[in-house]
């Protein structure tokens, strides 16, 4: 079983760049597929992005083409490089991993969490 410790978390401003990471301990980690969702007060946690450990990548509509996933094999980290921030954006990020090869969007579908990073932009 992997343990998830985010990191990276602060306070931007609208049009900020801004990246948060998730350090991978105790499993394979070339063997999991790891996602980040977000939850902002009073909503939903919300997935964001996934990416599979056989290759594919995909993500959710409100980031596509601002948010980026990378995977560092060699560090054992997984990154979330977020560009162009908006208030919106404004939630707590959680990083999510699971021994799956597909790309599910549910939070119930991935068994290992973390505890999340607090991301706060302001316009």
């Known amino acids: 079983q992997v343990r998830l410790v985010e990191s990276g978390g602060g306070l931007v401003y609208s049009g900020d760049s801004l990246r948060v990471s998730c350090a991978v301990s105790?499993?394979?980690?070339?063997?999991?597929?790891f996602a980040w969702f977000r939850q902002a007060v009073g909503k939903e946690r919300e997935f964001v992005s996934a990416a599979s450990w056989v290759g594919p990548i995909t993500y959710g509509d409100s980031v596509k083409g601002r948010f980026t996933i990378t995977r560092d094999n060699a560090e054992n980290t997984v990154y979330l490089q977020m560009d162009s921030l908006k208030p919106e954006d404004t939630a707590v990020y959680y990083c999510a991993a699971d021994r799956q090869v597909s790309l599910p969007r549910y939070p119930r579908a991935y068994s290992t969490w973390g505890q999340g990073t607090q991301v706060t932009v302001s316009s």
């Open positions: 105790g499993g394979t980690f070339s063997r999991y597929t």
